[in-house]
């Protein structure tokens, strides 16, 4: 979307990097090649990254709060600010060649010295009978996206990690009660966000309870859990955690962990000379927007010392 | 944000705008906002008002049922984006990019759709959007640059559901961005123009 007069957009010409995605840490990345003069293009798949779809972000050093959102706003005026070009596009298999990398999508195939891969990680479905049925009526994988839909209705979010907290508090200033279903004994979020949603009276958390089947007609009706209660919701929102978005670099051949995650080193080096990479999508413990910056950021230093050192011409 | 953006615009476009005193509030709305577009730039971009109950000849050729509404149409006259919603806030870049492929800059999707175009039917795409919605934008925008580049094949209808909640219901819509094709097939979430391109070709085999 930021490709409106196509400028530095070129298929012929061989980039100096290529950063693969649509989030902080690809943007994060872009940043900072464009600064180290390198002729950097990105191609996300989708602008803004999971993080946009939080409601919340009072984590982000130098931000006290805002939204995901309206952080991307601040990532995109800044990448604007240094005529980067972005595409949306997928890109769908990556071929080594002798000095470069060439990127193919369904529509257009590029050539780069350097690829960062940032394609972040995806939302895990439940797996459980009427999801899929009731996606987009009822099921949803974004309350910030969808809440309002549900003013003044009752709904659940599956899940226990300081998302689904997120989640929760999000869905509060609309709906008349939001009970958090969740199996453990204990939910995982931040311990701020804990405290609101202890505090919170349209919040009831449900422990030790599994979902089995999502039912409705037209839209959701009700849930099943896992001890045969029929319990009555208009709305699902699902936060059950996510899964990296690595079948490209598994199909390129960069090495994974047992998660799918793409394992780096300190420099965000993968298996593959000239292939970096970032953020959700790689092995760091910690998942956070600041963390993969930080490390799409090494990844860019990173490729301006491999191009430089390769002694390839940029 | 939009004094910025339709600074990029280089070309004249005109864009008609149907209004309606029985809508009057967001008549207004639209209105207001299309001239802050207008004021700033530099005297390309023409608007065209139409009100609903003096303008009956036009309300049928362009087939229009909902007001306020923005039309976008190519040379042929053809009424290829049709905004039901206020281009301000994340909306504001794809009306912008679409007026500006409207107006000969560069589309990215353009020679696939055009390599396609014999197994695309002709197809109405009405995308559901939000202002809080993340990643409609780049729906849009998706959306927007396949109707452009299709010779009048590909139609899309930008609605916001905040403005036209009964769109929503009738659909049994709870997610943004859905898509409905052809009132029928719902495309929903983070899909990509593979995807969309794919499905379009699906639907004629």
């Known amino acids: 979307m930021f490709n409106i007069d196509m400028e530095g957009i070129d298929p012929e010409k061989t980039y100096d990097l290529i950063v693969l995605g649509g989030g902080p840490t690809a943007i994060g990345s872009a940043i900072y090649a464009a600064r180290f003069a390198l002729d950097v293009l990105v191609i996300g798949k989708i602008f803004g990254g999971l993080i946009a779809t939080t409601h919340l972000v009072e984590n982000y050093p130098g931000i006290t709060s805002t939204s995901g959102q309206g952080l991307m706003e601040m990532f995109k005026e800044h990448m604007n600010s240094l005529v980067i070009p972005y595409i949306s596009d997928e890109i769908r298999s990556i071929e080594q060649t002798s000095d470069h990398f060439v990127l193919h999508s369904f529509f257009q195939k590029f050539k780069a010295k350097s690829v960062v891969i940032a394609t972040g990680s995806e939302r895990k479905k439940l797996g459980v009978p009427g999801e899929e049925e009731f996606a987009g009526r009822g099921v949803s994988y974004c309350a910030t996206c969808d809440g309002p839909f549900y003013k003044d209705k009752t709904v659940c979010v599956i899940g226990g990690s300081d998302s689904a907290a997120k989640e929760a508090l999000f869905l509060s200033q609309n709906v008349k009660k939001v009970y958090i279903i969740y199996r453990g004994e204990d939910i995982r979020a931040e311990p701020i966000n804990k405290k609101r949603v202890e505090e919170n009276h349209k919040i009831e958390i449900i422990y030790r309870t599994n979902i089995v089947e999502i039912k409705g007609d037209n839209t959701v009706k009700s849930v099943i859990f896992d001890n045969g209660t029929e319990f009555e919701v208009k709305g699902v929102f699902i936060e059950v955690g996510s899964k990296p978005n690595s079948d490209l670099a598994k199909r390129l051949g960069i090495k994974t962990n047992k998660k799918d995650e793409i394992i780096i080193n300190r420099k965000s080096e993968t298996n593959i000379p000239g292939v970096f990479a970032a953020g959700d999508v790689a092995d760091a413990p910690f998942k956070q927007a600041i963390t993969g910056v930080a490390e799409g950021v090494i990844a860019a230093y990173s490729a301006f010392d491999y191009i430089k050192e390769m002694n390839i011409e940029y | ?205």
Request: charged letters at 20%.
């Open chain 2, 1 to 205: 944000m939009i004094i910025e953006e339709i600074k990029k615009l280089n070309k004249p476009v005109t864009l008609k705008i149907f209004t309606s005193s029985e809508n009057l509030q967001e008549s207004v709305k639209m209105l207001d906002v299309m001239n802050i577009y207008q004021k700033a730039s530099n005297g390309l971009l023409t608007i065209e008002e139409y009100r609903l109950e003096t303008n009956s000849n036009l309300v049928k050729k362009y087939e229009i049922q909902q007001v306020p509404a923005i039309l976008i149409t190519n040379a042929k006259d053809q009424v290829l984006i049709r905004y039901l919603a206020v281009p301000t806030a994340a909306k504001i870049q794809p009306f912008v990019q679409a007026l500006m492929v409207l107006s000969g800059t560069p589309n990215y999707y353009e020679n696939f759709i055009k390599e396609n175009l014999n197994k695309i039917n002709p197809t109405i795409i009405k995308v559901l959007i939000t202002d809080y919605c993340a990643y409609c934008s780049t729906i849009i925008s998706i959306c927007s640059q396949f109707a452009l580049a299709s010779e009048g094949k590909l139609r899309i209808i930008i609605i916001d559901i905040m403005i036209y909640p009964d769109i929503s219901e009738r659909h049994n819509v709870t997610t943004v961005p859905t898509l409905i094709i052809n009132d029928d097939k719902k495309l929903i979430g983070d899909i990509s123009a593979e995807e969309l391109l794919n499905e379009l070709i699906n639907m004629t085999l």
